[in-house]
């Protein structure tokens, strides 16, 4: 049995100014029931601390409609210190009873340079391409 996933760039490589809002983006998840995120943090020194990360979710594109998904509040989650050079975040979302779209902000507590990717599993049929999944080349096997 294939994983049936899909990947997807949430947002690339930015530089984020200390305490301004980053809105990392939004993804589509239709047809599919359940997210992985990986935000990451690189160039942080060691007492750098992120305000805060949250994701959200809503039945439009625009952050302004999103509603924190209970347990990834901000308030619900105390972030670690970090430590100097690269530190991933992973969040784990049951999509099943959510909104079509989701969002995750983050607000930094220093200057550094972020992104996040999401990997959306148990699609309601297998994606069989490379564009399917979102990748550029697509190898399966053995089967």
């Known amino acids: 049995m294939l994983p ?24 589509d998840r239709l047809e599919y029931d359940f997210a992985s995120f990986d935000v990451y943090i690189t160039q942080a020194a060691a007492t750098t601390v992120p305000q805060s990360i949250h994701i959200g979710h809503a039945d439009v594109t625009t952050l302004t409609s999103a509603v924190d998904i209970t347990g990834f509040a901000s308030t619900d989650i105390t972030m670690p210190v970090m430590v100097v050079g690269d530190q991933f975040h992973k969040f784990n979302v049951d ?43 697509l190898v399966s096997g053995p089967s």
């Open 95 to 137: 999509c099943r009873a959510l909104d079509r779209y989701l969002f995750v902000e983050y607000i930094p507590g220093a200057s550094i340079t972020a992104g996040a990717n999401v990997n959306l599993f148990r699609a309601d049929e297998e994606p069989i391409t490379a564009a399917g999944v979102g990748a550029g080349l």
């Open 4 to 27: 049936n996933s899909k990947v997807a760039r949430v947002i690339d490589n930015l530089t984020a100014s200390t305490g301004g809002t980053q809105v990392f983006g939004s993804c």
